[in-house]
């Protein structure tokens, strides 16, 4: 059974930062293109970041670039995102997910595995 953790999560002031970690079970995410995604009350889940199997490929949404840093570790079958000068608008639950193709996506359609979420929550 394949499981997506995500953890890091929490409340933060405006201008602070937050690691999330996403620890992955059932597969070895070598072969995984990985990707962040987050979903605000009332909208629907956008991207932030994606990283190809190898990790030398990356990807991250404008909103986030300059700001958030995405990494893996596949020794560890973990995947990171770096977050800071974080602002309230950067408040939503965050999801880690994992695609089997060799690609690198942007769309969440894309994906096949995905976690439950940590909430972020910055304060003003």
């Known amino acids: 059974q394949v499981q997506l953790v995500e953890t890091g999560g929490g409340l933060v002031q405006a201008g602070g930062s937050l690691r999330l970690s996403c620890v992955v079970t059932?597969?070895?995410?070598?072969?995984?293109?990985m990707a962040w995604f987050r979903q605000a009350p009332g909208k629907e889940r956008e991207f932030v970041a994606a990283?190809?199997?190898?990790?030398?490929?990356?990807y991250h949404a404008d909103s986030v670039k300059g700001r958030f840093t995405i990494s893996r570790d596949n020794a560890k079958n973990t995947v990171y995102l770096q977050m800071s000068s974080l602002n309230p608008e950067d408040t939503a639950v965050y999801y880690c997910?994992?695609?089997?193709?060799?690609?690198?996506?942007?769309?969440?359609?894309?994906?096949?595995?995905w976690g439950q979420g940590t909430q972020v929550t910055v304060s003003s």
């Open positions: 059932g597969i070895t995410i070598t072969n995984y293109p």
């Open positions: 997910a994992a695609v089997q193709s060799g690609g690198v996506y942007t769309s969440r359609r894309a994906y096949d595995y």
């Open positions: 990283v190809s199997s190898s990790g030398t490929v990356k």
